[in-house]
């Protein structure tokens, strides 16, 4: 079939080719060479692109809804504002794309790389990014509410104030991303890898961070109520001024940090090891249970 004077077929070359506000929903466009190519407002809805190249391709405020771009790379390509949702983008490649303020609840990014991508306000609730790997990307005010990112790779990236609450995280990558003010609140974080991360002012309440690596990490301001932080690490970690009410630090290595100021009423520090903390004005209560041998 020929749209805009191009023949559309799976495995055609389209390179460079001009599709804005094209029709193609439901169209087979397997392996289809889109390089370069204006897709700008076309209509993809259940298109399938898989093993398409989609480097370079201008795909701004166009709808990929239950489209099929699994194996599909998109490299540098524009998504911004682009309708995502329910999109099968498993094992895709879109390094370095943008796709700024995106909707892509409900989508399948499993085994995706998105390496230095950019996905500031994107909303990505309900999605499936297992063992996907966001290293270096831009994700301010991202809406990840609910996701499953267990294994996945966010080192280096920057999530401040990302909605993150009651997402699995669980033996994730988090090292040196950038976490300030973020709502991690109910987050599943076990033997999550988060050292030198910086958690300053974020809400990691109710959250579980067992066996969680948190060496030389910022959690200054941090709100870590009833949070559980059994057998964590968090040499050199930072809590100054934090708030760990209710929080079960139980064999917690918190040798070498700051908990300067920090709320620790009804904390739970039984067997954990507080060497060469600051403890300076700390906060603390009949509740609060300290290892034997210390005395704020």
């Known amino acids: 079939m020929k749209i805009n004077g191009y023949n559309i077929k799976p495995g055609a070359d389209l390179r460079r080719a001009n599709l804005e506000n094209a029709q193609l929903s439901g169209f087979n466009l397997s392996k289809i060479n889109l390089r370069g190519a ?41 998504l911004e504002q682009a309708n995502l ?18 909707d892509l609840r409900r989508a399948n990014l499993s085994g995706a790389r998105l390496q230095n991508a950019n996905l500031n306000q994107a909303d990505l609730r309900n999605c499936d990014v297992e063992q996907c790997d966001f290293s270096g990307a831009y994700m301010e005010l991202v809406n990840l509410c609910g ?62 961070l067992q066996n969680a690596n948190l060496e030389s990490a910022s959690l200054s301001k941090a709100n870590l109520r009833w949070a559980n932080l059994e057998n964590a690490k968090l040499e050199n970690a930072k809590l100054s001024r934090a708030n760990l009410e ?28 507080l060497s060469g903390v600051n403890l300076k004005g700390v906060w603390s209560n009949r509740g609060t249970v300290w290892p034997e041998g210390v005395e704020p």
């Open 147 to 208: 996701c499953d990112l267990r294994h996945a790779n966010l080192e280096r990236a920057n999530l401040r104030k990302a909605n993150l609450c009651e997402t699995s995280l669980i033996g994730a990558h988090l090292e040196k991303a950038f976490l300030s003010y973020a709502n991690l609140s109910k987050a599943n974080l076990q033997n999550a890898l988060l050292r030198e991360a910086n958690l300053e002012g974020a809400n990691l309440s109710e959250s579980r």
């Open 85 to 102: 949702q329910r999109a099968n983008l498993s094992e895709s490649v879109l390094d370095g794309a943008t796709l700024t303020a995106s």
């Open 38 to 78: 204006n897709l700008r407002g076309a209509d993809l809805r259940k298109a399938n692109l898989s093993d398409a190249n989609l480097n370079d391709a201008n795909l701004s405020r166009a709808n990929l809804e239950e489209a099929n771009l699994q194996r599909a790379t998109l490299r540098w390509a524009r």
């Open 246 to 273: 209710q929080a079960n630090l139980e064999a917690a290595d918190l040798s070498n940090g700051s908990l300067f100021k920090a709320d620790v009423s009804g904390a739970n520090f039984h067997y954990a090891d």
